[in-house]
């Protein structure tokens, strides 16, 4: 059980450091489902922090949001591919057509390749964006609803799920079904610091929500003892399972 419920977290590795990386991926490798890296050590350590994380026995999370036409998002999606990544995401506002040319180049090479396959997730809303930032864009309407329209266009074109907030977890599980992948940020364990996140919701109450996996950054690098914060999260969670 807690083996199954450890699978869910996904633990974000924000920092730029690849000795740093590789010192919290081996003391946290046995406690958490998979890590989470994006843009800053990517861009700092390369595929190599990658393959690190790999040979400790982890699975990644690559979060660089990619968003350009369809053409060039596809060829790096066949290169995350090739990287062995567990799951990668790309701007569902990048359109239809730039999703779907991905997600058929990812089944494409993995097939000839006899790669597995990974799962392509679809950015919908920043959270770092609210309704009148959206207006400014041409968008009305409420977020939540963007939202949603958002990660239906992600499955119509064959995404495997989106990157939300836990709030909107419930609406977007009525409208896309429950094998599509929920995967949110935006999680503190009850009685912690919320820092810059402002719309927050402890792993228990996001397991309620009906989420699949969540992201945890801070809470747990930042302890003093990692490897625990990240137990008392996995324990979180499965109290409620
Ligand atoms: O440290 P903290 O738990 O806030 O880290 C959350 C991680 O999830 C960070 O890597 C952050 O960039 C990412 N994220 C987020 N909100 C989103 C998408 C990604 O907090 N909507």
């Known amino acids: 059980m807690t083996s199954e419920i450890r699978q869910r977290l996904i633990v974000a590795l924000d920092l730029a450091d690849p000795a740093r990386a590789r010192t919290l991926a081996t003391r946290l490798a046995p406690e958490v489902g998979m890590f989470k890296v994006g843009k800053q050590l990517f861009v700092n350590a390369g595929p190599d922090v990658v393959r690190m994380i790999q040979d400790l026995g982890g699975e990644v999370f690559l979060d660089l949001k990619f968003h350009d036409i369809p053409n060039t998002v596809a060829a790096a999606a066949v290169e995350a591919a090739r990287l062995g990544v567990k799951l990668f995401n790309v ?3 990048g359109g239809l057509e730039m999703m779907r040319q991905t997600a058929a180049a990812v089944e494409e090479v993995c097939e000839k390749e006899g790669l597995r396959r990974p799962s392509v997730l679809g950015v919908t809303v920043l959270t770092s964006l609210d309704a009148s930032d959206l207006e400014s864009m041409g968008v009305q309407g409420a977020v939540p609803a963007h939202v949603v329209r958002l990660a ?8 495997a799920g989106v990157v939300c907030s836990a709030r909107e977890v419930p609406d977007i599980r009525r409208a896309c079904g429950d094998s599509f992948l929920l995967v949110t940020p935006g999680i503190r ?10 719309r927050v919701m ?4 996001a397991v309620r929500a009906g989420i699949d996996c969540i992201v945890v950054g801070r809470p747990i690098t930042g302890a003093d003892d ?4 990240a137990r008392s999260v996995v324990a979180e969670m499965a109290a409620v399972f």
């Open 202 to 205: 402890t792993p228990g109450d």
């Open 226 to 229: 990692p490897a625990a914060a």
């Open 189 to 198: 364990p009850a009685g912690q610091q919320a820092g810059d996140q402002k």
């Open 152 to 159: 239906g266009m992600a499955q119509e074109a064959g995404l």
């Open 91 to 93: 701007h569902v506002s």
